[in-house]
């Protein structure tokens, strides 16, 4: 497995790949890898084939990160996420650091930017303007460098897997966009490197996403139930827990993110903070 740290070594490896019409399976991720990162490598090798290249990105974007985030205390270990993927298969970790991906040279600052205009509207984008214009800007710029045939997304994060899919074919990336299961702890809590920051007492009241779920699953199975009772329902749960504070929680038609009642065959997603940290989750119903 090779680790590869400029853009020029990773963009001369993947057109080499690609004059050979090997094919590129792509994970980008922000490091700190778990069960959960490592479930898209296997998907993306599954899609690739034994004779194909699975490339992970680990790199912590600056761009989607708002200043009063945790950009400095996202938790950070090569090392460990090297043995991960090299126990899952990579055959190559993209690895930049910020001068590559965001040089500031002598003529002037970055200034270039990718904006998907209507699917990063709510939820994420609501709460954190700025996230989706960062994370479609840097997705992009790792299509251009790694060429992948194939980019696998978590669907834990189903909003942002919506706007990349649209971003890659509004802007006509020749590659197609994977949403892989979200993976889960025993008790329902969703794989995330963000559970790392949580004290036993948080872990045990972060599984109130997974219950305000659970919850509505069987209300709408149920006989169904207005938005606002459930969101009241819901909200009450989550004020159960000490720790606990709803940011948002949102019933949408999957494909389009457009907000529809509770109902069968609709998405739900919600943001709770515990204590400092911000989770979000979210299933179909
Ligand atoms: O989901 C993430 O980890 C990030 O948003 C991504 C897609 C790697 C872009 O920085």
């Given at each position: 497995m090779r680790v590869i740290t400029t853009i020029a070594a990773m963009h001369r490896q993947a057109l080499r790949w690609r004059r050979e019409g090997v094919r590129i399976g792509f994970v980008p991720t922000m490091g700190y890898l778990h069960e959960g990162h490592i479930s898209l490598v296997r998907r993306a090798r599954q899609l690739v084939g034994r004779g194909g290249r699975v490339v992970a990105s680990i790199y912590v974007n600056p761009?989607?990160?708002?200043?009063?985030?945790?950009l400095a205390k996202y938790p950070r270990d090569l090392e460990r996420d090297k043995a991960c993927c090299a126990a899952a298969g990579v055959d190559a970790i993209f690895f930049p650091d910020d001068k590559q991906m965001y040089p500031s040279r002598a003529e002037g600052a970055y200034s270039s930017y990718v904006i998907e205009?209507?699917?990063?509207?709510?939820?994420e984008g609501a709460s954190r303007p700025t996230h989706f214009r960062g994370v479609a800007t840097v997705v992009a710029k790792l299509f251009n460098i790694i060429q992948p045939d194939v980019a696998v997304f978590g669907a834990k994060d189903w909003q942002q897997a919506a706007v990349i899919r649209r971003m890659a074919r509004d802007l006509n990336f020749p590659l197609r966009v994977v949403v892989a299961a979200t993976l889960r702890e025993r008790d329902g809590l969703a794989m995330s490197?963000?559970?790392?920051?949580?004290?036993s007492e948080e872990r045990r009241q972060a599984t109130v996403l997974w219950r305000a779920i659970e919850l509505t699953r069987a209300a709408v199975r149920e006989n169904g139930t207005a938005t606002l009772r459930l969101k009241a329902q819901i909200e009450r749960l989550i004020y159960r827990e000490p720790a606990a504070r709803l940011d948002y929680v949102e019933f949408f038609n999957?494909?389009?993110l457009q907000a529809v009642a509770p109902q069968r065959g609709a998405q739900m997603a919600l943001a709770v903070f515990i204590g400092k940290i911000r989770l979000i989750d979210n299933g179909r119903l």
């Open positions: 761009k989607q990160f708002a200043p009063t985030e945790d205009e209507r699917l990063s509207q709510g939820m490197s963000r559970n790392a920051y949580l004290s999957p494909e389009t």
